[in-house]
């Protein structure tokens, strides 16, 4: 009876050492990207020559051009619109549904130009010196190209999903957020609705032709603005009065600009500061250190130093005021009885509006002055997660592809993506290599010389499509 068993043993044994092996999973063949720069170049200067200059705003015929592209590449394609020549397109890749989907965005429109200011025409997306220059070039035509590569990239491969992948490329981001995001959230939530996003507002920076660093968006100030009026007596100026609403408003003024707004660290600044002190010289590695000592005394001289040589910085740390306008008088000798001021407020997501502004008032301390909020496009609060499949996705792309630190970051700025946060959606902003020392050269977004190097935008390209696939595809 035992040798029987034995015999049995070994011939199961036998069995399983010789019979043939599973099949392995579909693995989808790498991209031919060298073939695929050609193309990537040639989508990139057709949406660059549109012009969708916002305002006035008209998106319709870069809309209409990647309308053409996908459908005939065979991917669905939707177009939604409040004003007609304004469309927003959406594409989507389905998946086995075994996980939520992915959604990766862009806007097509930019800010206007004035054409006598360009080397380059604007619109032209002239190629010169192993750069494109153009409007839209780095905001936000390059993520609009990387999305629609990825797209026809993972449809040509027919890669097997996870997750569908949802294309947006919307209309009127820089400035008309009605007809665009906030229109899309609000009448089309369910054609783009995901667990994850992709959009711009991140980037790596290159400093003397060399990576030095990447960002990746994973939250962001909220903008408003308040309104202060100084009300007095009018006279004539050759009498001077104790109540001049002109000497009232410059105090205020004043004392607002003066005010040191408390610094308040969140989980993304605390690991931006952390991580760039980790790729710095030992003495900007100290202040990066310092400034999250909840001890006044450590963290206010690195304070102090981001306020008068990094304010980026100092601004990433606390709500921020920046006083832009005053409006008041009409003529040399006569006082005024009125005095205007707006002050651009980025306030934290997790700032209480009402007590910030009582805040304000108690800092002028002034009854002659009113202080409200003044109208504005208000974006809702919200932040995604570090601890996510994106993030370690994001951070694992961007050693490959750059070799680089990730940087989490709150932009000092607003994106659409605020929208998407408030619905839940973990949005994160990526972006192209750019020269740090592109910006005071005139040649970063909304300049007069807007540019990107070639060479970037095909390594953004293929790292926007790992992010991609990465996220989406089947395991």
């Not at 720069?37 to 969708?52: G, P, S, V």
């Not at 054609?191 to 507002?201: L, S, V």
């Amino acid at each position: 009876m035992l040798r029987r068993m034995r015999k049995l043993v070994l011939a199961a044994l036998l069995l399983a050492f010789t019979a043939p092996a599973a099949p392995l999973a579909h693995q989808p063949p790498a991209p031919d990207w060298t073939a695929l720069e050609e193309e990537t170049m040639r989508h990139f200067q057709a949406l660059l020559r549109f012009d969708t200059s916002d305002p006035p705003g008209r998106e319709k015929d870069a809309a209409d051009y990647l309308v053409k592209v996908l459908e005939a590449e065979g991917i669905p394609v939707q177009t939604f619109a409040l004003e007609d020549h304004r469309p927003n397109v959406v594409a989507r890749l389905k998946g086995n549904g075994s996980k939520r989907p992915i959604l990766i965005m862009a806007h097509t429109d930019v800010v206007n130009v004035d054409p006598a200011k360009w080397t380059f025409p604007p619109f032209a997306a002239t190629r010169d010196g192993g750069y494109v220059y153009g409007r839209g070039t780095v905001d936000d035509k390059d993520n609009v190209v990387a999305a629609l590569m990825a797209m026809l990239t993972l449809k040509r491969l027919n890669v097997p999903l996870d997750r569908d992948v949802i294309f947006l490329a919307e209309a009127g981001e820089e400035g008309s957020t009605r007809i665009g995001i906030q229109y899309m959230v609000d009448n089309h939530l369910p054609e783009i609705e995901a667990e994850y996003c992709f959009a711009e507002g991140g980037g790596v920076t290159r400093q003397d032709g060399a990576v030095r660093f990447a960002s990746v968006q994973t939250m962001e100030k909220i903008p408003r603005a308040i309104a202060l009026t100084a009300r007095g007596p009018a006279g004539h100026g050759s009498v001077p009065l104790q109540q001049n609403a002109v000497v009232h408003m410059s105090n205020a003024v004043s004392a607002v600009g003066k005010w040191r707004i408390p610094i308040r660290i969140n989980e993304t600044t605390g690991s931006y500061f952390k991580r760039l002190a980790a790729i710095s010289s030992p003495e900007d590695a100290k202040r990066y250190t310092d400034v999250l000592h909840p001890d006044p005394k450590i963290s206010g001289p690195a304070d102090d130093h981001f306020l008068e040589h990094e304010p980026r910085h100092a601004s990433m740390l606390r709500s921020s005021i920046s006083p832009t306008i005053i409006q008041g008088g009409y003529r040399v000798n006569v006082i005024p009885s009125e005095v205007t001021a707006t002050l651009d407020t980025r306030l934290l997501p997790t700032e209480d509006p009402d007590a910030f502004l009582e805040e304000v008032r108690k800092v002028i301390n002034d009854p002659a002055i009113d202080v409200a909020w003044a109208p504005r496009d208000i974006r809702p609060a919200g932040t995604a997660r570090l601890g996510t499949e994106a993030f370690q996705v994001l951070e694992s792309n961007i050693t490959k592809h750059y070799a680089t630190t990730t940087l989490p970051t709150m932009s000092t700025g607003a994106t659409d993506m605020a929208y998407l946060r408030a619905k839940g959606i973990q949005c994160y902003g990526v972006g192209p290599a750019i020269d740090i020392e592109d910006g005071p050269k005139g040649f970063g977004a909304h300049s007069d010389q807007e540019r990107i190097l070639e060479s970037e935008l095909h390594r953004f390209v293929r790292f926007h499509y790992d992010i991609v696939a990465d996220m989406a595809r089947a395991r």
